[in-house]
């Protein structure tokens, strides 16, 4: 029987990049049927609202979704339709491969790694910020709890071992910030005990911005707390050539969202030349997810093959292609 996933086209590039990767996902012929739903703008649009409850809905029944880049518009209800979705099925785990690829403006060539990051708690959800009165002060509260810990902290050695990765390196600042990212620590320890076929690494988390820069070949899957995670994961989207390249899935125990990591780049949507590369790795992503490894690797595959063909590629990749043309090359390489 197909599976179905509930498909969010996006704003901007959104559902340029969209039927690109649909039309290379048709071509690999693993038997994925799609729901249509909307969110963002094109929402808005429709219904007067951002995040329609019939998205919701499609996700929540399909429990797996591919989502184009979203606009929120400043001003209007949620600070950010993403942090929303994540927040609504607890999608605990964002996942981010970061693998160069020939060709590209990759910094390094034989980068294959993955952070994983906690999406649901500390201090990059702003629990309560508050300015004092007299705006002197400032303050949040930053909180990690055991159970957020050791789930995240487990799911990345599940991936480790289920992905045939050898290294998880665990990155914190429990010398400084004892309690919360002490906690982290702790936990993170206790449940490595459980996975000795799988090599486990401390790392404090400004040591770790060096470790990359210096040597990223060092690291495997790193796992880390939600604002440490969102700085190092753009770091190693710079290390293998930028946002273009970077996919990333948000993953709970009821649903799973897999997306690019751009946004809607208003400055190029329409014109048929934004890369489509972004969005077809995390379907890569949701590919590996729904079980269909060998057909994830022939897509990565693929897209390695399309990237060192110069005459075909999109302009942000230094060619002169078009969206469509690129994921043509994809689809002959498959
Ligand atoms: N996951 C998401 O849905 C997501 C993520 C980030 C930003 N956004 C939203 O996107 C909108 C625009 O944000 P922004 O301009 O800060 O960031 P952006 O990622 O949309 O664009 C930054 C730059 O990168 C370029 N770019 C991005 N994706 C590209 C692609 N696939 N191919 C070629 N070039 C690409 C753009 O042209 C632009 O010059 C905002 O409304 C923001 O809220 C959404």
């Not at 969209?18 to 290379?24: E, H, K």
């Not at 390196?169 to 936990?187: C, Q, W």
């Not at 040591?207 to 770091?235: A, E, H, K, R, Y």
């Not at 949507?269 to 972004?278: E, K, S, T, V």
Request: with cysteine; proline share 4%.
């Amino acid at each position: 029987m197909a599976q179905t996933i509930a498909v969010i086209r996006g704003d901007g590039i959104g559902p340029e990049i969209m039927d690109a990767t649909l039309r290379v996902l048709d071509a690999l012929d693993v038997g994925l049927a799609c729901e249509f739903v909307d969110a963002g703008l094109a929402a808005h649009a429709k219904t007067g609202e951002l995040l329609p409850q019939a998205t919701l809905d499609a996700i929540a029944r399909h429990r797996v979704a591919l989502k184009g880049p979203l606009t929120t518009p400043v001003g209007e209800g949620f600070s950010s339709i993403n942090v929303e979705l994540r927040k609504r099925f607890d999608l605990y785990a964002n996942v981010r491969p970061a693998i160069s690829f020939p060709g590209t403006r990759a910094r390094y060539e034989n980068i294959d790694l993955v952070t994983v990051r906690e999406n649901t708690e500390g201090a990059y959800i702003g629990e309560g910020q508050a300015l004092s009165a007299d705006g002197q002060t400032a303050t949040l509260t930053q909180k990690i709890t055991r159970r957020g810990s050791e789930r995240i902290v487990r799911y990345a050695f599940e991936l480790a071992r289920t992905a045939g990765r050898r290294k998880v390196t665990v990155v914190h600042k429990a010398n400084i910030l004892k309690s919360t990212s002490g906690l982290f620590l702790k936990v993170a320890r206790e449940v490595a005990s459980d996975y000795p076929d799988i090599e486990t690494h401390e790392m404090i988390v400004d040591n770790c911005c060096m470790q990359l820069v210096m040597n990223p070949w060092q690291f495997d899957v790193i796992v880390t707390t939600n604002l440490f995670g969102d700085i190092l994961s753009d770091l190693c989207a710079g290390l293998v050539g930028g946002l273009g390249l970077a996919p990333g899935a948000n993953i709970g125990s009821e649903a799973a969202i897999f997306e690019a990591v751009h946004g809607s780049a208003p400055d190029i949507a329409g014109r048929g030349i934004a890369n489509p590369c972004a969005l077809l790795l995390g379907a890569a992503q949701m590919l590996d997810h729904l079980g269909h490894v060998p057909a994830a690797q022939r897509l990565r595959a693929a897209i390695r093959g399309a990237i060192a063909d110069k005459d075909r590629v999109t302009p942000d990749l230094g060619g002169s292609g078009s969206t469509e043309g690129f994921a043509d090359a994809i689809v002959a390489r498959l």
